[in-house]
């Protein structure tokens, strides 16, 4: 726009008709104030003219001169020397308490001579609105994905550690929905008070934190770990702390497995160490009966014209005998319990009383534990119910039982084996005992194969531990269960649990 282009404000309509020149100007300022705002600046950066919306834009802005009191004209004339160039600047500015952006246009003005006399400025608004809008959907977007596919749950606080935002996931891990717990302390999701100072501890640093571990509580009283990560915010205006947002991951289950893993880990080296005093002790029990057996049987074969008696060789041929059905014993529990671990061990059942279980076992038994110094009790009612059991094993089961009870208990003690049903109507099989007793922490592990007490009392017997073990294993075999109870020092008692449904 040329200044020789000459901008006069229409003079008042007369009576008499206009002139044609009359006309085209006032045409020209109508045209002028339809369209956007425009003014006028000389050198100076004085308003020389302007039309009607840049007058209205100006009132809007509470300026006297509008726009041109924001602009720096200087630097404006300065570039405006290239007068084929379209000169630009942004302007923010408050219009009716909202902020706005105005960009204006500016050509040079100039004389007939070419030289700068001012400048025109056009002005349009800058609509950042939509691409605003458009933006703010696809970040928010990216924000929801992130936040749903992560494990953590994102929190948001004030100055105070008041809550003013969760995500979502929050539901999820603790039950609760994201408007229940907005409003309360971040730190009153800790299941303790102690927790709950902790985080405060945490907070009171005014700076980014990683992994601080938080118990906290679920809905449903739950207690959960999770990792608490955050940073503290600040205002972009003014610099002053607003609060701390941040996330947390549960690590529950994690934590969990490797719980377990390292109780696989221990259990597994239980195993190992108890399979290693098996091989020990198992060594020693077949060394024994072996070297007994070779032992007899060299003196025998050595002797047995010098012997003065027949008697001393019926007493060499006892021990043989003795040490060999202790070896076959042995031999026969191992392979019972190596059936019953692969599932290919049977059951042959048939009915019988339990009194007749029981006194074949009780005779079995009564040699050793008389020259044990024991007394062997009897408690065995007539009227009780026929049993379906397989005898062979069930005795077997009994046989274990007394057998440990006689090992344990020291001379002038003794060992009961009563039978009764209890009040679910289960018969139950007791051996007690007034011995050694075992101590608590081994009370589990006894029932394992390969395990012994850890009692140093509990080693001079010796034995290779399968005797309770395998005695569980046919219990189960029957549908019932081996239970014991025993204190160091009093005794123990084993109890054999055969469901009512084997009653007869």
């Known amino acids: 726009m040329r200044d020789k282009l000459r901008l006069v404000k229409p003079e008042p309509v007369l009576s008499r008709q206009p002139t044609a020149e009359q006309i085209k100007q006032i045409f020209a300022q109508r045209l002028f104030d339809f369209a956007s705002p425009l003014y006028l600046v000389d050198k100076d950066g004085r308003l020389t003219w302007c039309n009607l919306p840049y007058r209205q834009l100006s009132e809007r802005l509470g300026l006297r001169d509008g726009l041109i009191e924001l602009l720096p004209f200087t630097s404006l004339f300065e570039e405006a020397s290239d007068r084929d160039r379209v000169i630009r600047r942004d302007v923010s500015v408050n219009l009716d308490g909202q902020n706005n952006t105005l960009r204006v246009h500016h050509v040079p003005l100039c004389d007939k001579q070419g030289n700068q006399t001012g400048l025109a400025g056009l002005v349009e608004p800058v ?40 995500s979502d996931r929050v539901t999820k891990v603790l039950g609760f929905l994201p408007q229940e717990l907005v409003g309360q302390q971040l730190g009153s999701l800790a299941d303790s008070e102690a927790g709950t100072i902790a985080m405060r501890q945490r907070f009171s640093v005014m700076a980014p934190f990683r992994d601080h571990r938080l118990e906290a ?11 608490l990560s955050g940073v503290p915010t600040f205002s972009p205006a003014t610099g002053a702390h607003t609060g701390f947002r941040g996330t947390a991951n549960d690590i529950t289950d994690l934590v969990r497995r490797e719980h377990s893993l390292i ?30 057996i070779i032992g007899f049987a060299d003196l025998l074969a050595r002797q047995i014209s010098e012997l003065p008696t027949i008697g001393r060789a019926a007493e060499y041929a006892g021990d043989i005998q003795s040490s060999a059905s202790h070896l076959l014993t042995m031999i026969n529990d191992i392979l019972d319990l190596s059936k019953i671990e692969s599932g290919r061990l049977n059951l042959n059942e048939e009915e019988i009383s339990v009194s007749m279980l029981c006194e074949p076992v009780l005779r079995s038994i009564q040699d050793r534990a008389r020259a044990a110094e024991l007394t062997l009790a009897n408690d065995i009612p007539d009227d009780l119910p026929l049993v379906l059991v397989d005898q062979r094993l069930a005795r077997q089961i009994l046989v274990n039982l007394l057998s440990n009870a006689v090992k344990f208990t020291p001379a002038g003690g003794t060992v009961t084996l009563r039978a009764y049903r209890d009040q679910s109507g289960d018969l139950i099989v007791e051996v007690e005992d007034n011995g050694i007793g075992i101590p608590e922490k081994d009370v589990d592990r006894v029932l394992e194969p390969f395990v012994q007490a850890e009692s140093h009392r509990a080693r001079r017997y010796g034995g290779t531990g399968l005797g309770l073990a395998l005695a569980r294993r046919i219990a189960e075999l029957h549908g019932g269960r081996l239970s014991l109870v025993s204190q160091p020092d009093y005794g123990t008692r084993v109890s054999l649990h055969i469901p009512a449904s084997r009653l007869c």
């Open 217 to 227: 509580l679920t809905k449903s009283g739950e207690t959960r770990l999770f990792l």
């Open 127 to 166: 609509d950042n609105s939509a691409r605003l809008v458009a933006d703010l959907a696809i970040a928010q977007e990216r924000f929801d994905d992130i936040v749903r596919l992560t494990s953590d749950w994102v929190w948001e606080t004030d100055t105070d550690l008041n809550i003013i935002m969760l």
């Open 263 to 292: 109780l696989a880990k221990e259990a597994a080296e239980l195993a190992n160490k108890a399979k290693s005093d098996f091989l020990a002790n198992m060594s020693h029990e077949l060394r024994t009966p072996l070297n007994s």
